[in-house]
């Protein structure tokens, strides 16, 4: 390099200081000073990382006093450049700009700048934006947006509802799924749709306070989406950034007792602005015209001030009609504001429900079904369909004619838009369970200390002592203190020993109610059997637990058992195990439902066995047999578990507390008659017709097969290691289909968006994920790559590039331009712009006469007969060839005008046909389903307003370029 005082140069690996002049020589070392930034820079002369900065004929330059001159003349002497030319804000001919005159604030973002200053990336880094911006269009185009990078097994009916509501404008629903069936997942997926679309940038999560945690964790492990839970003491901290503490975080996780007992806290949710209010176990907000709950009149109040509404309940009917309208009430109190009228028409829609039951099994439909059918939707639409149904024609337009019949039926349906519910019933696919109970000696030990506790806790209240007797290893190391070994002789435990070496080649889940009781478990595996166990209880942390988890999931060298405190039973999915024991019992249904459905999930390939050992003469006892032949809540999912539990909750009590099971026969047989009694009520009060609807049916399937042709994308796989190389992130295969990714000293930037500060075990398989909750499964969808695009687009990675293409046909020399222009619509996000006219990339390929020949030149197979140049080398060809670069860009500057009017056409229109025909869909149905809300249709049609506004105005401009030089060596 040749070093002269006065000269202006530019930093390679510092572009953002401007520009710098050499200042300071010796024999080794060069000094510049970067005026711009106030920054000196001591460089070596003979491998600095800067630039000669060299400007042409045709460029404008900027000078330090504020002017601008076109450069009609370069002069170079004694090393160093005069520019000549016109100066613009005069028009002056002849005026002359000496090199040191040049503002330090000129910086080279155009990607024809930086190749003409000699800045030039690396090949592979201009594949890689190429392929970002072609990934980065793909994914907003896709109508599987934010469904396909969720950590779940692709459920049809789970898909089906995400799908339908995540799209939806505020969507106010009300998810009620059978226990089991995945409510919370639905409402992750409707969440992150709308998060990804814009349409939601603030949500508050209100759940009961026991379920904060398994929200949080399922959030962040199944859709990378951090929530922050909100106490009193976090309000309290809030306070040194914002006046209101919920302004300080965009998704807010808090229990309903929180907001309920201040009226402050109420206040403040209520005024920091909402787009999407989620409620779980919604059947808890009780209600009556008279006198509504304090927690339903909460929920009411944040309802009124949020778009979007999600209400989560597996149990839509079980608290009665007027409890199901109430909810329903929340959601749109215009709709639904009259009970009666609600009853009356809700009774209008079981018959449609045969009629459809008979369209789908493809019976004939009698008379009045026909009539019926006819009074709902007009003559004229359907009886053409009837026609085809009952004529001579194939069966695949009968079909066709059956489902669109079905569908007609479903849109006019009650609560059919506002409602989704499955059962278990319809759904299918459920394992079956396999019960063992287990009744065992009690030890003298625990009797003798039983007695001498009935003797002392007699001011005890009943369900205080109820729920001491249910752990009579708790009461024995009152008495015995740290050194009662009660496992040493607990007859449960001889048993669990004994099952574990039998089941030597299966996994163990095993639930106690209490954490000392998992840990004390695991000390008597390793100590008596040295079986490897693993625990799990609320004092871990999240960490903690994913450790425990995966040491459990792992096959080769991980845990046999997983000993789980009360905690273990929520939110956790273990369905890769199928043996359960239940070494205590608890003391709610609800609770037994949550610990069995850890293994009887969706997706459980194999009957599972439930096992419950208790201790003869036991309150254990008296509970087991009262689940069991009171609620044959072992068996079967049992949603009327609860209602049965209050009404004897009492009695239940009483016997517990006296460990007694005098009148126990009595208890469990009218429980028993009570159960069939509420079940058939439930099963009467099936609205099959919605139960259709919510499962989606064929259109369901088609969606996970969309999913399903997504996983396992090579291309995923190659971008992203490419992507982390570019970056500097360590990468090391673990094998299994796990790869950890670790970050260097040698990175673009300090902190890696989505990486945790450690580094991350990462997956691409959705099968490893779904076992391995420890992994990051990584998708399109993952903050790992959506970060990482933005930050190689953001840093200006690869925008410019030189490459050789060894070619005999054609003569030594002769140039290609490869350029990526971005069509770019200027909207914000929740306008919906990226669905219609995301960021798109025009590839032109220019030969030296100025033709493009991207059409016939496709870029991946190109790209394999190029080989990379040295930056030395490449600085060289730019030079020699910048003028006729000029040329070319003017060219493909002009001709890629009529590319952008054509990309602005088609967005027009794939925009214009989508939601004309939704406005089309949802004005035919008001006039019947007064379930679509005004708002709804006024929001598409200024939507489609504002939408053909924006692209009407989007810009074009060129974002990167690759110059091409035929070589024959």
Not at 82 to 111: A, C, H, M, W
Not at 269 to 274: I, N, S, T
Not at 445 to 472: D, F, I, N, S
Request: proline share 3%; net charge negative; aromatic share 8%.
């Amino acid at each position: 390099m040749t070093f002269a005082l006065g000269q202006r140069w530019i930093s390679d690996t510092e572009s953002d200081l401007g520009l710098g002049t050499v200042v300071a020589m010796d024999a080794r070392t060069v000094t510049l000073m970067f005026a711009a930034s106030e920054e000196n820079r001591l460089y070596s002369r003979t491998d600095a990382p800067v630039t000669r900065v060299v400007f042409n004929v045709g460029d404008v330059v900027e000078c330090q006093e504020g002017w601008s001159l076109k450069i009609a003349e370069v002069l170079e002497e004694n090393s160093l450049f005069t520019y000549i030319g016109t100066r613009l804000d005069t028009e002056e001919d002849g005026v002359v700009l000496r090199e040191i005159f040049l503002s330090n604030q000129i910086r080279f973002n155009k990607p024809q700048d930086k190749l003409f200053a000699g800045q030039v990336d690396r090949m592979d880094n201009f594949v890689l934006r190429y392929r970002a911006l072609q990934n980065q269009y793909q994914q907003h185009k896709s109508p599987m947006r934010g469904l396909c990078g969720m950590r779940a097994g692709l459920i049809p009916h789970q898909l089906f509802i995400a799908h339908e509501v995540g799209r939806r404008y505020a969507p106010r629903v009300l998810l009620a799924d059978e226990v089991g069936l995945g409510k919370t997942i639905e409402a992750g997926m409707i969440i992150h749709q709308q998060v990804l679309s814009g349409r939601a940038e603030r949500i508050l999560i209100i759940v009961p306070e026991t379920l904060q945690h398994q929200w949080l964790v399922e959030m962040m492990r199944r859709f990378n989406l951090h929530f922050s839970i909100f106490d009193e003491e976090r309000c309290v901290e809030a306070y040194a950034e914002a006046d209101n503490p919920f302004d300080t975080a965009q998704y807010v996780l808090c229990s309903l007792d929180f907001i309920r007992k201040s009226k402050k806290r109420y206040e403040q949710a209520l005024e920091a602005e909402w787009d999407l209010l989620v409620v779980d176990e919604a059947h808890h907000l009780e209600w009556s015209p008279e006198k509504p709950s304090r927690q339903y009149q909460v929920i009411e109040g944040l309802a009124e001030q949020t778009p979007g509404v999600l209400l989560l309940t597996a149990t839509p009917e079980q608290l009665g009609h007027e409890s199901h309208f109430a909810r329903l009430r929340l959601l749109d109190s215009d709709r639904f504001y009259d009970y009666e009228a609600f009853v009356q028409e809700e009774q209008q829609y079981a018959p449609v429900a045969d009629a459809v039951s008979s369209l789908f099994s493809g019976e004939k439909l009698t008379n009045d079904e026909k009539n019926l059918i006819t009074e709902l939707l007009s003559e004229q639409d359907v009886e053409p369909l009837f026609r085809i149904i009952e004529g001579n024609v194939d069966e695949e337009d009968k079909a066709k004619a059956r489902h669109e019949l079905i569908d007609d039926l479903m849109d006019r349906h009650g609560t059919g838009r506002v409602l989704f519910r499955n059962t278990r019933a319809a759904i299918k696919g459920f394992p079956k369970r396999n019960v063992h109970l287990l009744p065992m000696e009690i030890p003298k030990q625990y009797t003798t200390a039983m007695r001498v506790a009935g003797m002392l806790g007699g001011k005890m209240p009943a369900e205080a002592r109820a729920m001491k007797m249910l752990y009579p290893e708790e009461i024995f190391q009152e008495f015995e203190g740290d050194a009662g070994s009660w496992w040493q002789f607990d007859s449960r435990v001889d048993w669990l020993i004994e099952k574990v070496k039998e089941k030597r080649s299966e996994k163990i889940l095993v639930i106690a109610s209490r954490s000392a009781t998992a840990l004390q478990l695991e000390q008597a595996l390793r100590e008596r059997e040295g079986i490897r166990a693993t625990v799990f209880h609320e004092g871990m942390s999240i960490l903690e637990r994913d450790k425990a988890a995966a040491y459990f999931a792992q096959e080769e060298g991980g845990a046999q058992v997983l000993l789980c405190s009360e905690i273990g039973s929520e939110g956790r999915n273990f369905q890769f195990a199928n043996q359960l024991v239940m070494f205590d019992l608890p003391f709610n249904p609800d609770l037994l439902e949550q610990r069995i459905g850890r293994l009887d999930r969706i997706g459980q390939l194999r009957d599972i066995d439930i096992h419950v050992p208790y201790l003869n003469g036991t309150s254990q006892g008296i509970l087991a047999r009262w689940f069991n032949e009171g609620l044959n809540a072992f068996a079967e999912t049992c949603p009327t578990g609860r209602s049965v539990y209050d009404k004897f909750s009492d009695s239940l009590i009483e016997l517990l507390a006296a460990n007694s099971d005098e009148g126990l026969d009595e208890i469990i047989h009218d429980s028993a008659e009570l159960n069939l009694l509420l079940k058939s009520q439930l099963e009467q009060g099936r609205d099959r017709l919605l139960e259709m609807h919510s499962n989606g049916g064929k259109e369901a399937e088609k969606i996970v097969d969309d999913i399903a042709a997504t996983d396992g994308d090579t291309n995923l796989v190659t971008f992203a290691l490419s992507l982390f190389d570019t970056i500097g992130l360590n990468q090391d295969d673990k094998g299994e289909n796990a790869l950890v990714v670790t970050p260097s000293e040698h990175m673009m930037v300090p902190n890696y968006p989505g990486l945790p500060y450690e580094g991350a075990t990462i997956t691409f398989d959705r099968e490893t994920a779904l076992s391995r909750e420890d992994m990051h499964f990584i998708s399109w969808e993952h903050p790992m790559i959506q970060g990482g695009i933005d930050l190689l687009l953001s840093e200006g990675v690869g925008t410019s590039a030189v490459s050789l293409l060894k070619n005999k046909a054609l003569p030594v020399g002769t140039i290609l331009l490869e350029m990526v222009y971005l069509v770019d619509a200027q909207a914000p996000k929740r306008s919906g712009i990226s669905r219609f006219l995301p960021q798109t990339p025009i590839r032109m390929m220019m030969d030296a006469r100025g033709n493009d020949l991207s059409e016939q030149v496709e870029f991946e197979s190109f790209n394999r007969q190029l080989s990379p140049v040295g930056r030395h080398i490449a600085t060289k060809l730019i030079a020699s060839v910048q003028k006729e670069v000029h040329t070319l860009i003017e060219a493909a500057d002009a001709s890629v005008e009529q590319k952008l009017q054509a990309v602005r056409q088609q967005a027009q229109q794939d925009m214009q046909a989508s939601l004309n025909s939704e406005l089309e869909r949802l004005q035919s149905l008001k006039a019947v389903n007064p379930n679509i809300r005004d708002e709804e249709l006024e929001v598409i049609e200024e939507q489609i307003t504002e939408l053909s506004g924006y692209i009407a105005q989007a810009q074009i401009q060129l974002d990167s370029l690759r110059l091409i030089v035929v070589s024959h060596n």
